[in-house]
């Protein structure tokens, strides 16, 4: 098995390398796609693996995987391979111009970089290689928003880098203040494993880790998108190419809070639970209140689902907060949930765009009559963000309000459940009318049929798993996200 993870690295970086210098689109896609089925076979492989405890080791233990990794690589995987079959017809949907074979070819370089960076961010062993990771998927993705090279792609792009580099500074101190409080008990030189900590944890400085925790939580943060470190991301996602915005949303953004997870392991053995759970229920929280807020006057709908994002990131961190295993179990639940789910609403919104030609929601109507898959499969994803019983992200959050009510904080709870149906107000009442209301004047001259059936397959297999996972959760993944919460240290 530890070949698997060393085939997770050579791949993606193989496929980028052939993107780059292929003669034409069509090989650069093709071996992008191939590179996706084979990381998210690979993967599948090392969650069954690691199901029940056990962990997997490669390159000299420099890549590692266990239980909460492999929670985090299955989201990012999935949508590294639908993203790549998306990309296909999305980027097709431009080959007639002059400059598409060049441009796509690029497109699939850093679509495989951005992959490669990734999947190496559960795979990293210790604090420092966990940053770079961090640092190397934000340096790839910032080309990648401003790859169309428009106004708005370049002014999101340089918004993001400053923003996203500030945060990350602010991440490394804490990466450093923690190895400084590592060294009385670890000798100097040491390697910042997170075993090595975990072992020693019960010898660190405790106000020196909880001030280490802050600092990640703030600089990791702003990578998540906790309010008010957000100001980024809707500007990111909604000029990014929209396979790239699925993945910036539901996996660039899980990472992030991976590498939080982290830190809040050592933190709560050397300082305590209560501590990290209650930072992770203020930041969740604000987030939550921000996104419910800024969803309800939205004008374009791309940035929707940014600030739905926010708005989910918010509750995977209360999940966490509540603490009790079921809370645990389904805030972890829900990256995978999300990250299916967002799939589906940014591939939808994909579809839209290359149709209707804007993202003004006002522009655009009857997306159901001339989209007759995709329109549907968009209210879909809607209905699954705002927690429609019939899918995963519903049954998830059932988890982490059970876990709020059994760990007795009845008023997070209070305030989740509220925010959370505001929130689900302002996305159903915007993509309803974008795809139920009738096309009268704004896309009554619009085009009946689907762009690309590449497009139509990769919203497929997002819905299969979004409304699969709210019907039947398979044991396998039961036993993953069971031991995967009891790393975290949900309280039994």
Same mark, same amino acid.
Request: some cysteine.
């Given at each position: 098995?530890?070949?698997?993870? +060393?085939? &997770?690295v !050579?791949?993606?970086?193989?496929? %980028?390398?052939v #993107?780059? /210098?292929?003669?034409?689109? @069509?090989? =650069?896609?093709?071996?992008?796609?191939?590179?996706?089925v084979?990381?998210f076979?690979?993967?599948?492989?090392?969650?069954?693996?690691?199901?029940n405890g056990?962990?997997?080791s490669?390159?000299?233990?420099?890549l590692?995987?266990d239980?909460?990794?492999a +929670?985090? &690589?299955? !989201?990012?995987?999935?949508?590294? %391979?639908t993203g #790549?079959f /998306?990309?296909?017809?999305? @980027?097709r =949907?431009?080959?007639?111009?002059?400059?598409?074979?060049?441009?796509a070819?690029?497109?699939?370089?850093?679509?495989?970089?951005?992959?490669?960076?990734?999947l190496?961010v559960?795979?990293?062993?210790?604090?420092?290689?966990?940053?770079?990771?961090?640092?190397?998927?934000?340096?790839?993705?910032?080309?990648?928003? %401003?790859?169309?090279?428009?106004?708005?792609?370049?002014?999101?792009?340089?918004k993001?880098?400053?923003?996203a580099?500030?945060?990350l500074?602010?991440?490394?101190?804490?990466?450093?203040?923690?190895?400084?409080?590592?060294?009385?008990?670890?000798?100097?030189?040491?390697l910042?494993?997170?075993?090595?900590?975990?072992?020693?944890?019960?010898?660190?400085p405790?106000?020196?880790?909880?001030?280490?925790f802050?600092?990640?939580?703030?600089?990791?943060?702003t990578?998540?998108?906790?309010?008010?470190?957000h100001?980024?991301?809707?500007d990111?996602?909604?000029?990014?190419?929209?396979p790239?915005?699925?993945?910036?949303s539901?996996?660039l953004?899980?990472?992030?809070?991976?590498?939080?997870?982290?830190?809040?392991?050592?933190?709560?053995?050397?300082?305590?639970?209560?501590?990290?759970?209650d930072?992770?229920?203020v930041?969740?929280?604000?987030?939550?209140?921000?996104?419910?807020?800024?969803v309800?006057?939205?004008?374009?709908?791309?940035r929707?689902?940014a600030?739905?994002?926010?708005?989910h990131?918010?509750?995977?961190?209360?999940?966490?907060?509540?603490?009790?295993p079921?809370?645990?179990?389904?805030?972890?639940?829900?990256?995978?949930?999300?990250?299916?789910?967002?799939?589906?609403?940014?591939f939808?919104?994909?579809?839209?765009?290359?149709?209707?030609?804007?993202?003004?929601?006002?522009r655009?109507?009857?997306?159901a009559?001339?989209l007759?898959w995709?329109?549907?499969m968009?209210l879909?994803?809607a209905?699954?963000?705002?927690?429609?019983?019939?899918?995963?992200v519903?049954r998830?959050?059932?988890?982490?309000v059970?876990?709020?009510?059994?760990?007795?904080?009845?008023t997070?709870?209070?305030?989740?459940?509220?925010?959370?149906?505001?929130?689900f107000?302002?996305?159903?009442?915007?993509?309803?009318?974008?795809?139920?209301?009738?096309?009268?004047?704004?896309?009554?001259?619009?085009?009946?049929?689907?762009?690309?059936?590449?497009m139509?397959a990769a919203?497929?297999?997002?819905?299969?798993?979004?409304?699969?996972?709210?019907?039947?959760?398979?044991?396998?993944?039961?036993?993953?996200?069971?031991?995967?919460a009891?790393?975290?240290?949900?309280?039994?």
């Open positions: 098995m530890s070949a698997l993870l +060393v085939v &997770l !050579a791949v993606p970086a193989v496929s %980028a390398l #993107s780059l /210098f292929a003669r034409r689109a @069509l090989i =650069a896609e093709t071996v992008t796609a191939a590179s996706g084979i990381c076979a690979s993967v599948l492989a090392l969650a069954a693996e690691v199901r056990a962990s997997v490669a390159a000299g233990d420099w590692h995987l239980a909460l990794g +929670v985090f &690589l299955l !989201a990012t995987a999935f949508l590294y %391979a #790549s /998306f990309s296909i017809g999305y @980027l =949907a431009g080959e007639r111009r002059a400059t598409f074979q060049p441009f070819r690029r497109y699939y370089a850093y679509l495989n970089l951005f992959g490669l960076a990734m190496l559960p795979l990293m062993n210790d604090f420092a290689m966990l940053w770079v990771a961090v640092e190397l998927t934000t340096i790839v993705s910032v080309v990648l928003v %401003a790859l169309e090279r428009t106004d708005g792609a370049l002014e999101a792009a340089w993001y880098v400053l923003v580099s500030v945060g500074g602010i991440a490394l101190l804490a990466v450093v203040l923690l190895y400084a409080a590592g060294v009385p008990a670890l000798g100097a030189g040491y910042p494993r997170f075993a090595h900590y975990l072992a020693v944890a019960h010898r660190l405790k106000v020196q880790v909880e001030f280490a802050i600092l990640a939580v703030v600089g990791f943060g990578k998540v998108g906790f309010a008010p470190m100001t980024w991301l809707p990111a996602h909604s000029e990014a190419p929209s790239v915005s699925a993945l910036l539901g996996a953004l899980a990472n992030a809070f991976y590498a939080i997870l982290r830190f809040f392991e050592v933190t709560r053995l050397a300082a305590g639970d209560a501590f990290p759970r930072v992770l229920l930041f969740g929280t604000i987030s939550l209140l921000v996104a419910a807020l800024f309800l006057r939205q004008e374009n709908y791309k929707l689902l600030y739905s994002t926010i708005e990131m918010g509750v995977i961190a209360i999940g966490i907060g509540f603490g009790a079921i809370a645990v179990a389904g805030a972890l639940f829900h990256v995978i949930n999300h990250s299916a789910a967002k799939g589906l609403a940014f939808g919104s994909g579809s839209i765009l290359r149709r209707y030609d804007t993202k003004e929601i006002d655009v109507r009857g997306a009559t001339v007759p995709s329109g549907p968009f879909l994803a209905l699954a963000l705002s927690a429609f019983p019939v899918s995963g519903f998830s959050e059932f988890q982490i059970s876990g709020g009510f059994a760990s007795g904080s009845y997070w709870v209070a305030l989740l459940l509220v925010l959370v149906n505001v929130a107000f302002g996305i159903v009442w915007h993509v309803g009318r974008i795809v139920l209301t009738p096309a009268r004047d704004a896309g009554a001259a619009v085009a009946r049929g689907e762009t690309s059936w590449w139509v919203m497929l297999a997002c819905t299969v798993v979004v409304v699969g996972l709210g019907f039947y959760l398979p044991g396998g993944l039961a036993a993953l996200l069971e031991h995967a009891h790393t975290v240290g949900a309280r039994g």
